[in-house]
């Protein structure tokens, strides 16, 4: 009861509607057939129409196969899949629906209000073979498309909602999509809690990216993607996403576990990343992106455990956009635990992250703005990482008296690997003005070369009760200064 009423306060205090009882209607009321060979589309989307219509309530699945292409979801109409029900994507590319003529989808909403997914029954979008048969058309001349790296550049997600509000997404199992899992792209109070995604059956399988929203609470989740587990987007420069709230999930990722600001062209404010655990990642447990020129500010990410993960935390600003100049300001980062692997994190799964960037040695922690343009105001309080340690100083070394030579890079795509060789085996921190560091362990299993922390163009800096353990260390700094002033030790 003490949980209920937590969750009632909370989807409160961000705005979200808790939906109370409504009608059920079976799907046999409307000639939908279970036996996974009968294509459902009509007879689905005449169920949500009629529900809609009538004043809402839930469409109710039991156990079965529920075959079907595009569905458009309607106000105050609830999709309900009750254990055993799996509702599954054609493999026919011309089966699906492109919602603003931008994206292609199998559930989709637009502008609707008191919308929801629930049920502990599955959706599966059989994305491998969809996106195959999408590749055969753009090579038999129907379907127009560049195949960047060899792939459709849009394919079907399994859920795309745009500009709706109050929605729900509760207990299902989202699995195999062509795309993106599943997309919310300027929603206003949405709540996804307890959901389990499996993400592995094609390429850019994100597991949920929260676009430009304001109001968001993803808790409960377990999201295993090729692509970034949970990430947070901001696709328009007139829009923000904000209050969003990311509790008590796991990710693992053949990209990133928790990421926003790849797209941030509006920018993140107000953003809670609470008791999250992701691990087996090929990149950054947490990053923290500012590259479009939006405003990022006022992030806490608080009792984050990192397990078999490429990267800790990346925060970066770079400048993608032309004359669009982005803001990183006021981020915290507590509790944080991690252990960073000698060897690829995620060898083994079926789409392994990159490997462009190998060999090198093992990359840093990173706070990276730009010359002109600063990350300011960090924190980084009670922390401790696990390094392998074991820097191999032939790999491209890049010396302490050499700093300049690593590259700025405005324009790359952004991520922790970006940036090369990197000096420092336990952070790296570049053209940042306020930095507080306090009660930070760092620990090298094997002796590196480098030295624990590079502060390189770093201003008005507090780095207290900081740990540093390494083999064999002798003297080397634990923290080395360049170009940088006003730093208590």
Known sequence: MNSLKKLIMMCLFIGIVVPTEAKDYQMTMFGIKSDGVTMNTRSIQKAIDFIHENGGGRLVFTVGRYLTGSIHLKSNVTIHLGE???????????????????????????????????????????????????????????????LQLGRVANRPKLIYFRECKNVEVKGVTLMNPAFWTQTYDQCEHLLIDGITV?????????????????????????????????????????????????????????????????????????????????FDTFRS??????????????????????????NPIYLVVGERREGHRSRMDNVRISNLYAEVPATKPDAGYVYEGPTED?????????????????????????????????????????????????????????EFSQHKELPAWG???????????????????????????????????????????????????????????GIKK
């Open 84 to 146: 055993g029900a799996v509702l599954v994507g054609s493999t026919n590319p011309y089966d699906y629906d492109m919602e603003l003529n931008a994206w292609y989808g199998l559930i989709l909403a637009n502008k609707q209000e008191n919308i929801a997914i629930t049920g502990k029954g599955v959706i599966d979008g059989c994305g491998r073979e969809l996106a195959n048969n999408f590749i055969n058309q753009v090579y038999a001349g129907v379907i127009k498309d560049k």
């Open 198 to 278: 499996h993400s592995r059956a094609y390429w850019n399988n994100d597991g949920m990216d929260i676009v430009d929203c304001n109001g968001a609470l993803i808790q409960n989740c377990y999201v295993d993607a090729t692509d970034d587990a949970i990430c947070l987007k901001s696709h328009s420069a007139d829009a923000i996403c904000q209050n969003v709230e990311v509790r008590n999930n796991i990710a693992c990722s053949s990209a990133s576990g928790i990421k926003f600001g790849t797209a941030s062209n509006g920018g993140f404010k107000d953003i809670k990343i609470i008791n999250n655990t992701v």
């Open 285 to 310: 447990a947490i990053t923290i992106q500012a590259v479009d020129g939006g405003l990022v500010e006022n992030i806490v990410v608080d009792s984050l455990r990192s397990i078999n993960t490429g």
């Open 358 to 414: 190998n060999p090198r040695n093992i990359s840093p922690s990173g706070i990276i703005g730009l010359a002109d343009n600063k990350i300011t105001n960090v924190t980084i309080e009670n922390v401790e990482i696990v390094y392998p340690g074991g820097g191999n100083p032939f790999y491209a070394k890049v010396g302490l008296n050499e700093l300049n030579k690593v590259p700025e890079m405005p324009k790359a795509y952004p």
């Open 427 to 485: 952070f790296y921190i570049r053209h940042v003005d306020g930095v507080t560091f306090k009660n930070v362990k760092l620990k090298a299993l094997k002796k590196d070369y480098r030295p624990a922390i590079v502060l390189d163009d770093v201003h008005n800096g507090i780095f207290s009760k900081i740990k540093v353990s390494e083999p064999d260390a002798g003297k080397k700094d634990k923290i080395y200064l360049y170009k940088s002033t």
